[in-house]
T-cell receptor, first 113, second 110 residues
Framework: NAGVMQNPRHLVRRRGQEARLRCSPM?????VYWYRQLPEEGLKFMVY????????ESGMPKERFSAEFPKEGPSILRIQQVVRGDSAAYFCASSPNRVDEQYFGPGTRLTVT | GIQVEQSPPDLILQEGANSTLRCNFS?????LQWFHQNPWGQLINLFY???GTKQNGRLSATTVATERYSLLYISSSQTTDSGVYFCAVDYSQGAQKLVFGQGTRLTINP
């Protein structure tokens, strides 16, 4: 049973470019969560999605960040016009239902130059 | 919001030693998970333990929800146990969003 998949594992973008991070949940999981790990701030919740719906985006920055989880395909975290402060590890997690254990992917390490 | 505090922040031990890591939280929680972040940055699920005690090999965990703390025990440490151990809790209504502690950095020397 494959775990949570994330790609790319490493992503380098120049300031002002767009970053797209992909997450495929575990088989049978329809709940997806995104977290960000900044060097001095630890791991923080960003957004919680179910298929075609954003349930809670209280941790998302108000500008430049968006997320989706379409009916078909992976969940996407999109960062427009990246800045150096966006450099971080972005983790995706999935669970089979809202109140169950979350399983994490290997993360995408974004570096903005 | 809820506060999650882990102690100690750093722990350096010799191979074969035992250790206890603590996680205190400031409010009632729905769920609690322990993770190991290995030197390659991957987050490994250790325990899903909103209450009670669980054991998995050399690792065990206990959560006393009424007193708002959880303990992670590591026995007979190995160098591969090195890394950062995180406790994370879910206290939210409606959406399960984990709040992480700052972690305990464990270094096991050979």
């Amino acid at each position: 049973n494959a775990g949570v998949m994330q790609n790319p594992r490493h992503l380098v973008r120049r300031r002002g470019q767009e970053a797209r991070l992909r997450c495929s949940p575990m088989k049978g999981h329809s709940h997806v969560y995104w977290y960000r790990q900044l060097p001095e701030e630890g791991l923080k919740f960003m957004v919680y999605l179910q298929k075609e719906n954003i349930i809670d985006e209280s941790g998302m920055p108000k500008e430049r960040f968006s997320a989706e989880f379409p009916k078909e395909g992976p969940s996407i975290l999109r960062i427009q016009q990246v800045v150096r402060g966006d450099s971080a590890a972005y983790f995706c997690a999935s669970s089979p239902n809202r109140v169950d254990e979350q399983y994490f992917g290997p993360g995408t390490r974004l570096t903005v130059t | 919001g809820i506060q999650v505090e882990q102690s100690p922040p750093d722990l350096i031990l010799q191979e074969g030693a035992n250790s206890t890591l603590r996680c205190n939280f400031s409010d009632s929680v729905n769920n609690l998970q322990w993770f190991h972040q290995n030197p390659w940055g991957q987050l490994i699920n250790l325990f899903y333990i909103p209450s009670g005690t669980k054991q998995n090999g050399r690792l065990s965990a206990t959560t006393v929800a009424t007193e708002r703390y959880s303990l992670l025990y590591i026995s007979s440490s190995q160098t591969t146990d090195s890394g950062v151990y995180f406790c994370a809790v879910d206290y939210s209504q409606g959406a399960q969003k984990l709040v992480f502690g700052q972690g305990t950095r464990l270094t096991i020397n050979p």
